[in-house]
């Protein structure tokens, strides 16, 4: 059962947000609208970690770190639609991964549409390339993160670098040509978007590339030899058919995937760690699949 919690943030976020998405023509009102839920005091970096930038691959990156010692790795790519958020907005999020034990390096890979496919994904591969080099790692994403974490293992595979040990994706996009049903089906229960708007965010982040590329796309391309895979997604999100598909391609194809479906939770609901026990969890449940998974 949801909590009441979750009730109350999804109704909050449809009431405030969903129409200021819906309106939304370009990728600088689409940064805003971003800011305006994600960057807020009420979702603060977390006290007890260390934040400090780097570079990785000659990437611009930030080290989050908390606890002293031997901790498992976790390379995180961050939402936001292809075109919006930051190392820094994500603090929250992976402050709450290395409170949970993990030396996490997050990625500020470049964002379109100033910088459309592939540059993001080229960005995420140099900087996993100088990571991996330390040792074993896992990775990690959501929302259009979750998508260049799914394209980068592709990527490993077929080229032959180092893969991550297990990933760890919530709310994947993972179709931008948008052929899901939950698209429509649910267009107006998505507490966040509407299928309209995440067609002109891969507009944005597409340029002139084809939305079928596999690394655009990864549903259309071959799910083989990939890593462990933990998948977390809101039911009632538009993103819904995107992982739970990806799941079941996964599996065809003799791969591990775990899918969960959780109810009444927005998009994006574990950056409400301190507040949504819903967050708490999805989130714990990331860290003991991640850690199960450490060589």
Not at 15 to 43: E, M, Q, Y
Not at 69 to 86: E, I, K, Q
Not at 102 to 131: G, S
Not at 278 to 288: D, F, V, Y
């Amino acid at each position: 059962m949801a909590s009441l919690r979750a009730h109350f943030l999804h109704a909050l976020l449809h009431r405030t947000v969903k129409d200021h998405f819906g309106r939304a023509k370009d990728a600088r009102r689409f940064r805003k609208i971003f800011d305006k839920i994600f960057d807020r005091p009420l979702l603060r970096a977390r006290r007890g970690v260390h934040y400090a930038p780097c570079l990785s691959g000659n990437v611009a990156c930030e080290r989050v770190q908390a606890r002293p010692g031997d901790r498992p790795r976790l390379f995180y790519l961050h939402g936001g639609g292809f075109v919006a958020m930051s190392s820094r907005i994500y603090r929250p999020l992976t402050g709450a991964f290395a409170l949970r034990g993990f030396d996490v390096l997050t990625v500020d890979y470049r964002l379109a549409p100033e910088h459309p496919f592939p540059a993001a994904l080229d960005d995420a591969i140099a900087a996993w390339l100088d990571f991996s080099r330390e040792g074993p790692a896992a990775i990690a994403g959501d929302s259009a993160g979750g998508n260049l974490a799914l394209a980068l293992m592709m990527r490993a595979r077929d080229e032959g670098f180092t893969p991550p040990i297990a990933a760890v994706l919530f709310s994947p996009v993972t179709d931008l040509i948008g052929t899901g049903p939950s698209y429509t089906e649910n267009a107006e229960r998505d507490a966040i978007f509407g299928g309209h708007a995440l067609e002109r965010l891969a507009e944005c982040y597409l340029g002139e590339a084809d939305p079928a590329h596999p690394y655009a796309s990864p549903l259309a391309g071959e799910m083989r030899d990939l890593p462990p895979m933990l998948i977390h997604v809101g039911a009632r999100e538009v993103l819904r058919d995107d992982a739970v598909r990806l799941a079941g391609k996964i599996q065809a194809a003799g791969g591990d995937a775990e899918l969960k479906l959780w109810k009444v939770v927005p998009h994006g609901w574990q950056f409400a760690d301190p507040l949504l026990p819903e967050a708490r969890r999805s989130l714990n449940e990331a860290a003991h699949f991640l850690k199960a998974h450490r060589p």
